[in-house]
């Protein structure tokens, strides 16, 4: 039998050039003694930065640690089979206070053959955005390698890339090769595959508090990037009350919203993976077996493969994002 439960981490706060408040006044989460807080990571696996467990018998043990020990009771036979030791997911809430850079990430085979690790897919999902607020997804036209080269020469990238306006609950999946970057004055919840790898593309000749610019990686992106023109950036979905909604399936994450004002329950038993909550919105009390775990807006809980039933208890609502790999 599993020693498993349901885990709560200690979250891990990352002070950044453009980062501000909203992690501690909008998600309760205290960064001090950091000026800011960019991003936070909740749940990661990255060699850096691994989560530490924060709740019941196993606190203090580390992400990794227990899934050496645990392997497919943790995550799942099938992602086992397939990523091994290295947890596949990484979640992260993200602060805005300004503009970040414009940005690339690798597939999974350029990021192996240059830096031995997994690309980078990811997706958001917009918890707050001040009016106006907007973000980069790609690009506005069909665009190659040499008209991109001419206008970042030019310094004129606005004028081929996609710029959305955006509110709360918007959805964006953003596979590897997109060209991106989150606009000023956006809370978002990001969803992504187990990679820090990114090629900072332009960074509005921004400098440090020592007075130096960050590092580009012109050419590193040029072979990451994908040129092609997508129409529809946005995910499109009907939201819901009391009901799963998909908003987003691909090779390396599934995840769900669940807009909820009552019980339920969710029965895991077909999928073979661990599934994560992100709660967005409220709160909750998370019933497994006999055991229960109260969950409060900003927590991400991480539920093992082995527990495949629980109930979900609520008196003011929530909202959750519900991802695992199918």
Not at 25 to 53: A, H, M, Q, R
Not at 71 to 88: I, T
Not at 203 to 219: A, M, P
Not at 306 to 314: F, N
Request: proline fraction near 3%; hydrophobic fraction near 35%; include cysteine.
């Amino acid at each position: 039998m599993s020693n498993l439960y349901p885990l709560k981490f200690k979250t891990i706060f990352k002070d950044k050039i453009w980062g501000g408040e909203k992690i501690k006044t909008y998600l309760g989460k205290d960064f001090s003694p950091l000026p800011n807080c960019g991003e936070t990571w909740e749940i990661s696996g990255v060699k850096s930065d691994v989560s530490v467990i924060a709740n019941g018998p196993l606190t203090g043990t580390n992400l990794a640690d227990l899934l050496t020990t645990e392997k497919e009771q943790l995550v799942g036979k099938k992602v086992y089979q397939r990523f091994g030791n290295e947890f596949p997911l990484l979640v992260k809430f993200i602060d805005a206070n300004d503009d970040l850079s414009i940005q690339v990430h690798p597939d999974d085979e350029l990021a192996k053959k240059r830096h031995n690790s997994f690309g980078k897919t990811e997706m958001w999902y917009v918890i707050q955005a001040d009016k106006g607020a907007s973000l980069i997804s790609g690009f506005n036209q069909k665009v190659d390698k040499e008209l991109y080269l001419k206008k970042f020469n030019e310094g004129k990238l606005d004028d081929i890339l996609n710029k959305e306006e955006v509110q709360a609950d918007d959805v964006f999946f953003l596979p590897a090769g997109r060209v991106h970057t989150i606009g000023k004055g956006l809370l978002i919840a990001e969803i992504q595959q187990t990679s820090d790898i990114t090629y900072r593309i332009y960074d509005f000749d921004r400098v440090d508090d020592k007075g130096n610019k960050r590092e580009l990686h012109t050419t590193e992106a040029l072979d990451a990037i994908d040129y092609n023109f997508y129409k529809d950036i946005k995910t499109n979905y009907e939201p819901s009350k009391n009901k799963v909604v998909e908003l987003v399936e691909c090779p390396y994450f599934t995840t769900n919203v669940l807009d909820y004002t009552k019980n339920t329950h969710r029965d895991y038993t077909s999928i073979d993976s661990f599934v994560i909550h992100v709660c967005l919105e409220g709160s909750y009390v998370l019933n497994y077996g006999v055991e229960e775990l109260p969950v409060n807006m900003g927590d991400c809980i991480l539920i093992p493969a082995t527990t495949d039933k629980v109930e979900i208890s609520t008196t003011k609502g929530f909202k959750i994002l519900e991802s695992y790999i199918a």
